[in-house]
């Protein structure tokens, strides 16, 4: 199952990249917007996923803030 998971992450990932070059490229205004719309589309779909396969958060929660020795070396 991780296997499968990983394979459509790498596909959300793979797809979120080509929209992102095309949208650096000369478009219509039609398919700027339709690429825009896959975009967030696909952004979306690969959150979904990554909290699905993995439920563990890495973000510090609302208002709180990094200790301010967090990430320097003792």
């Known amino acids: 199952m991780l296997d499968e998971d990983f394979a459509r992450i790498r596909a959300h990932r793979n797809n979120i990249h080509r929209y992102r070059r095309l949208l650096n ?3 219509s205004d039609l398919e700027r917007q339709f ?3 896959r975009l967030a589309e696909e952004q979306t779909a690969l959150e979904a996923l ?3 396969a ?3 958060a890495f973000s510090l929660p609302k208002g709180s ?7 320097t070396a003792q």
């Open 25 to 27: 490229t000369r478009l």
């Open 50 to 52: 990554a909290s699905k």
């Open 54 to 56: 993995f439920p563990v």
């Open 35 to 37: 690429i825009e719309r």
């Open 65 to 71: 803030t990094a200790p301010a020795s967090a990430g």
